[in-house]
């Protein structure tokens, strides 16, 4: 085989998990927007692993890449041919799901592979426990590129990880403009902190007995 043929193929394939990369699933998104599949029946599912650094750290790297192997599997089986699955991060996968019927059969397959993920993986001689969080977007018509596809996403992965209990999170647009501020809020933070324009002003604490000041 060619070098060429070898980077090409190296672009197309995560080489690790065996999945794609984040380049070849970020254009079947793209491909899936501009055929359309903006009418609620195109779905993008996160799936997260809760403890990846914390084994990369316990177990080494290998022990790491044999976990995301063995989960990446699992994902296969479970979704089947018919989706596309690629690896998008250090601990995440991605599945693009087509002829979904709504929001609530995207979360339901989900759940699904949340459910069918998190068996134990045999790992360097030890048993792992494997715990994941996914989030669920529909494709929309408000979303221009691949990369809102997965801001969004990532928005409902948010919600997921932040709620106990909660496994699957699904998107709705209060997230991205409740980031967005949460953003703005600490950029000028951020720029009153350089500026030196905080001032402190202190809360006298007084006695209600005797009315006389006992601190701040």
Do not use: W
């Not at 790491?64 to 479970?78: E, N, P, S, W």
């Not at 596309?84 to 979904?100: H, K, P, Q, S």
């Not at 953003?183 to 951020?190: G, K, P």
Request: aromatic fraction near 2%; glycine fraction near 8%.
């Amino acid at each position: 085989r060619s070098t060429r043929s070898q980077l090409i193929q190296s672009e197309e394939i995560d080489a690790v998990s065996g999945t794609l990369s984040p380049i070849a699933l970020l254009r079947a998104v793209d491909l899936a927007l501009e055929d359309g599949a903006v009418r609620g029946d195109t779905a993008l599912l996160i799936i997260a692993l809760d403890r990846h650094s914390l084994i990369r750290r316990g177990l080494g790297p290998r022990a790491r890449d044999l976990m995301l192997r063995a989960v990446a599997q699992r994902l296969r089986v479970l979704n089947g041919p018919s989706c596309v699955l690629g690896r998008i991060a250090d601990d995440e996968f991605a599945i693009l799901v087509r002829d979904v019927e709504g929001l609530g059969e995207a979360e339901a397959r989900a759940r699904y592979l949340v459910e069918g993920t998190q068996r134990p993986v045999d790992v360097s001689g030890r048993t792992v426990a494997v715990r994941v969080r996914a989030g669920v977007v529909l494709l929309a018509p408000h979303h221009d590129s691949s990369d809102e596809v997965l801001r969004d996403g990532h928005a409902a992965l948010d919600a997921a990880m932040s709620t106990m209990g909660t496994p699957v999170g699904t998107y709705d647009e209060t997230m991205v403009q409740r980031a967005r501020r949460d953003l703005e809020l600490d950029d000028q933070l951020a720029q009153a902190i350089e500026k030196q324009e905080l001032v402190a002003f202190y809360q006298p604490i007084v006695s209600l007995a005797d009315g006389r000041l006992r601190g701040f």
